[in-house]
Nanobody, 121 residues
Framework: VQLQASGGGLVQAGDSLRLSCAASGLTYSRYSLGWFRQAPGKEREFAAGISRFGYSTRYADSVKGRFTISRDNAKNTVYLQMNSLKPEDTAVYYC???????????????WGQGTQVTVSS
């Protein structure tokens, strides 16, 4: 199983980025998918999650209204559209696959390698 995250970069506050995470080696539609992030010196935190067929989404309060998670099961890919980025969004962003959309990080079965997002002020 492999989850390959991409799309990170260095942007200015107020800019947008779109992260992608392509999966292989698993039956994609059997899993809920999530994006977590980890800033330096902090624990990994939940950002957004989406159910197996995209009918249900969840967001951390800190990103609600600015980030949108979506998935394309035909392409085995999950996306995170990030708008109105803030310096506090700076972190390594990880995608993961879990049985439940509201699963905590320790219940995730698979993780991608992470992609760095840096937002300058």
């Amino acid at each position: 199983v492999q989850l390959q995250a991409s799309g990170g970069g260095l942007v200015q506050a107020g800019d947008s980025l779109r992260l992608s995470c392509a999966a292989s080696g698993l039956t994609y539609s059997r899993y809920s998918l999530g994006w977590f992030r980890q800033a330096p010196g902090k624990e990994r935190e939940f950002a957004a999650g989406i159910s197996r067929f995209g009918y249900s989404t969840r967001y951390a309060d800190s990103v609600k209204g600015r980030f949108t998670i979506s998935r394309d099961n035909a392409k085995n890919t999950v996306y995170l559209q990030m708008n109105s980025l803030k310096p506090e969004d700076t972190a390594v962003y990880y995608c993961g696959a879990a049985a439940q959309v509201a699963a905590p990080s320790y219940d995730y079965d698979y993780w991608g390698q992470g992609t760095q997002v840096t937002v300058s002020s």
